[in-house]
């Protein structure tokens, strides 16, 4: 059983559409993540979830908006998406502020393509 | 949280001990020091994490200085399996916080 996975792998799509990309993990952790990975490889925090509640949120454009619907699922859909949207997104998750440990688990990535 | 400092790049002969530095100067007492790795193309995985004592598991060894300031993750017979970005990242433990990634250690491996 993958710990925590995100869908599609691969989005290829047109500048102006709206996506989302979907993440699920059965850790049975409280808090969820989004981070972005551009391609000079950088990867950076874009928002955190505890328990369905927002606690991180970078300076990301407002077409970004992140839903968690319950405490195993962050989805993230993207509205009129731009060529800058290209990336690697990585969908994670941790205990939970509580018990953190700074032990984050990571999905495999979900390749946007913005053509 | 404190800033890191890693080498770009470094190369390792497969069986061989691989030691990564990490300066972190300005580390503050309640930040620990974690250490991930990221596969090429794959999601960034947990190595090991330390306060100020060393810490062994079953991937890698840290070494943290007395003055917290510099640590080394040692990979005691590296493989070329190993061949990832490592990256060193100091943080308040227990705070909840998401982790910020740097440019980390390119490490390559060879036969």
């Known amino acids: 059983d993958t710990a925590v996975s995100q869908t599609p792998k691969y989005l290829v799509t047109q500048m102006g559409n709206d996506k989302s990309i979907k993440c699920e993990q059965n850790l049975g952790h409280d808090t969820m993540y989004w981070y972005k990975q551009d391609s000079k490889k950088f990867l950076k925090i874009m928002f955190s979830y505890n328990n369905k509640e927002l606690i991180i949120n970078e300076t990301v454009p407002n077409r970004f908006s992140p839903k968690s619907p319950d405490k195993a699922h962050l989805n993230l859909h993207i509205n009129s998406l731009e060529l800058g949207d290209s990336a690697v997104y990585f969908c994670?998750?941790?205990?939970?502020?509580?018990?953190?440990?700074?032990?984050?688990?990571f999905g495999e990535g979900s390749r946007l393509t913005v053509l | 949280d404190a800033k890191t400092t890693q080498p770009t790049s470094m190369d390792c002969a497969e069986g061989r001990a691989a030691n990564l530095p990490c300066n972190h100067s300005?580390?503050?007492?309640?930040?620990?020091v974690y250490w991930y790795r990221q596969i090429h193309s794959q999601g960034p995985q947990y190595i090991i994490h330390?306060?100020?004592n060393n810490e062994t598991n079953e991937m890698a060894s840290l070494i943290i200085t007395e003055d917290r300031k510099s640590s080394t993750l040692i990979l005691p017979h590296a493989t070329l399996r190993d061949t990832a970005v490592y990256y060193c990242i100091v943080r308040v433990g227990n705070s909840g916080y998401a982790l910020n990634f740097g440019k980390g250690t390119s490490l390559l491996v060879t036969p």
């Open positions: 300005t580390i503050s007492g309640n930040e620990y």
């Open positions: 330390g306060l100020k």
């Open positions: 994670a998750s941790s205990r939970g502020v509580a018990g953190d440990t700074g032990e984050l688990f």
